[in-house]
């Protein structure tokens, strides 16, 4: 019922869908290799506003969209990202995925010690007021 509800389903002007996005706690950070992964989840929260954007233009198009995606990359020796892509996903949402990954692409992390880092990072998706 309501206009809010209306509003949630993407008619009228200006309405906004909201998604929420659950930041994975440090040791929820799965590392092979040698990083501090404090540092990692440091620099994954200082980008989560660039994650949220990427799935709440999703829900613009689906806005019951919620599920769980768990993303891979490599970190090399100087803290660029090597290689990204999707581990698993619940979300089946590849243009959300993408945009993430496109976006991890673009972060610098601490220096992995030793060799190529790669880090499984569980993100988890939830449409607010559907």
């Known amino acids: 019922g309501g206009i809010g509800a209306l509003g949630a389903a993407g008619f009228g002007k200006g309405a906004k869908v909201r998604g929420t996005v659950t930041r994975a ?5 799965a590392a092979s ?16 506003q660039e994650v949220r954007a990427c799935y709440e233009r999703a829900l613009l198009k689906d806005p019951g969209l ?14 660029i990202v090597t290689t990204a892509r999707t581990k698993s996903s619940s979300l089946r949402n590849n243009e959300v995925e993408s945009c993430i990954l496109r976006a991890i692409k673009s972060w610098r992390f601490p220096h992995a010690k030793g060799g190529t880092v790669i880090i499984t990072y569980p993100f988890l998706f939830n449409s607010v007021g559907y």
């Open 25 to 29: 706690s440090a040791r929820q950070v």
């Open 33 to 48: 290799g040698s990083i501090d992964r404090d540092a990692v989840a440091k620099v994954i929260n200082s980008h989560f």
């Open 66 to 79: 919620s599920g769980k995606a768990v993303l891979e990359w490599s970190i090399s020796t100087s803290g």
